[in-house]
């Protein structure tokens, strides 16, 4: 199954900050809304941005508006989620998703609105 590829996680002190990448070989995902999700550990998988295909519509969730930017480069076939000011409870494995059409979903953590997954990359802020 087609499958989209993060990257970029890992161990960050809190304050500090990391870019995610999300892309695919087999998929043209300037065609298609791409949004990041995350999940700690015995929580339910939470929508935290959206972009829209033209990249001109971003959504975020309320805890991460103003230290979290989404954005994407078409031509990479890439998109990336700016982490900054990371705090402990970002911690999460984040994970991209693309939608089989141009638009952000209504609610942010609508799993259903997506078809396309990664497997995640982990994200640890810790001192």
């Known amino acids: 199954q087609l499958q989209l590829v993060e990257s970029g996680g890992g161990l960050v002190q809190p304050g500090g900050s990391l870019r995610l990448a999300c892309t695919t070989s087999?998929?043209?995902?300037?065609?298609?809304?791409v949004g990041w999700f995350r999940q700690g550990p015995g929580l339910e998988r939470e929508g935290v941005s959206c972009i829209t295909s033209g990249g001109s519509i971003t959504k975020y969730e309320d805890s991460v508006k103003g230290r979290f930017t989404i954005s994407r480069d078409n031509a990479m076939n890439t998109v990336y989620l700016q982490m900054n000011s990371l705090k402990p409870e970002d911690t999460s494995v984040y994970y991209c998703?693309?939608?089989?059409?141009?638009?952000?979903?209504?609610?942010?953590?609508?799993?259903?609105?997506?078809?396309?997954w990664g497997s995640g990359t982990q994200v640890t802020g810790s001192s």
């Open positions: 087999r998929l043209t995902l300037g065609h298609y809304a």
């Open positions: 998703a693309a939608a089989p059409v141009t638009y952000c979903p209504i609610t942010l953590s609508s799993t259903v609105h997506y078809h396309w």
